[in-house]
């Protein structure tokens, strides 16, 4: 039938405009039918990547370390005043860094 087909076309990674060219139906059609058999998305028919597991035979063997900048503001800004003349100054404003281990 047309809906094997389309299947069959679609497992060959074709897309979904070559697939309704070749087989003489809408593209609508074909990405119903692709909805249909859950294979709409290219990935849908890929094989899944298997799941990296990071396992230790002992604790602390695995360190895991996030640093994150953050900005330090000394008063508020243009966006809740509405006023952006005399805004240009920015001394006293600085870093804040936070540091996250696990």
């Known amino acids: 039938s047309i809906a094997e087909r389309i299947v069959a ?7 979904g405009k070559h697939i309704a060219q070749e087989v003489g139906v809408s593209p609508a059609t074909v990405s119903r039918v692709l909805k249909r058999a859950g294979l709409s998305r290219l990935r849908d028919i890929e094989p899944a990547e298997p799941i990296r597991r990071y396992e230790r035979e002992h604790p602390g063997e695995m360190i895991h370390i996030d640093i994150k900048k953050l900005g330090r ?30």
């Open 73 to 102: 503001f000394e008063r508020i800004g243009h966006r809740i005043t509405g006023k952006r003349t005399g805004n240009a100054s920015s001394r006293g404003s600085s870093w804040e860094f936070v540091h996250v281990c696990i």
């Open 9 to 15: 076309l679609r497992r060959l990674r074709w897309t």
